[in-house]
């Protein structure tokens, strides 16, 4: 295990919507967290757009797309650990890159349809949990963090074909850290393109 201080990701922070807020009688925000039972699955700051967000921990890039509801959404992994920033209004950092706690790396903005005014929604997941529901866990902003440098992910084929160069595109942003994978894998065939059997257990190392 390894330990890092969890910061905050604005200069000046100001929480408008807390980790695991019923909105069970909220009119429009109950249907944006029905896969949470309508409680808030991050934290909410208050935040204009273009607000500079900074990096709430360190890690790799693996995740830069639009979502439908978090719109321009940021992830980046340190271990089993990733921090997402959602609703941006733009990105300054790209896949695969390597991130240092407290680096600049996009501004907030309101994008996205789970969203009812401009502001920085902040999420922490535990990716080895089983559900999208037990990876959330609200963030310990000033505190230190556990994470696991190498975890354990058993393949699952069902929707998309697993391969190294898969799962290096998955947990490190880009598709050139297969090798790294195979090298603590070493029973692993070392093709990329080779679809990995259901139910192999792969060891996804840190960035």
Same mark, same amino acid.
């Given at each position: 295990m390894t330990s890092i201080t969890f910061e905050y990701p604005l200069k000046k922070p100001v929480i408008?919507?807390?980790?695991?807020?019923?909105?069970?009688?909220?009119?429009?925000?109950?249907d944006f967290y029905k896969l949470f039972d309508n409680?808030?699955?991050? &934290?909410? $700051?208050?935040?204009?757009?273009g607000t500079q967000v900074f990096a709430s921990f360190p890690g790799i890039?693996?995740?830069?797309?639009?979502?439908?509801?978090?719109?321009?959404?940021?992830?980046i992994r340190n271990g089993n650990i990733v921090v997402l920033y959602a609703h941006l209004s733009e990105f300054s950092v790209k896949l695969g890159q390597i991130i240092k706690k407290g680096e600049l790396i996009a501004l907030s903005g309101n994008?996205?349809?789970?969203?009812?005014?401009p502001h920085l929604h902040l999420e922490?997941?535990?990716i080895t949990k089983s559900t999208l529901?037990?990876?959330?866990?609200?963030?310990?902003?000033?505190?230190?963090?556990?994470?696991?440098?190498? $975890?354990?992910?058993?393949?699952?084929?069902?929707?998309? &074909?697993?391969t190294l160069r898969f799962l290096s595109i998955r947990y490190f942003g880009s598709e050139k850290y297969?090798?790294?994978?195979?090298? &603590?894998?070493?029973?692993?065939?070392?093709?990329?393109?080779?679809?990995?059997s259901d139910g192999t257990i792969v060891l996804i190392p840190n960035y």
């Open positions: 408008s919507h807390s980790f695991g807020e019923d909105n069970t009688n909220d009119p429009i925000k109950k409680r808030h699955p991050g &934290v909410d $700051f208050s935040a204009n757009t890039v693996v995740r830069k797309e639009f979502h439908k509801g978090m719109g321009n959404v940021l992830g994008s996205g349809g789970a969203t009812t005014e922490i997941r535990d529901k037990d990876m959330v866990f609200d963030p310990p902003f000033g505190k230190e963090i556990e994470i696991k440098p190498q $975890f354990s992910y058993k393949v699952n084929n069902s929707g998309t &074909v697993k297969w090798g790294k994978i195979a090298e &603590v894998n070493p029973k692993l065939d070392t093709d990329p393109d080779i679809t990995l």
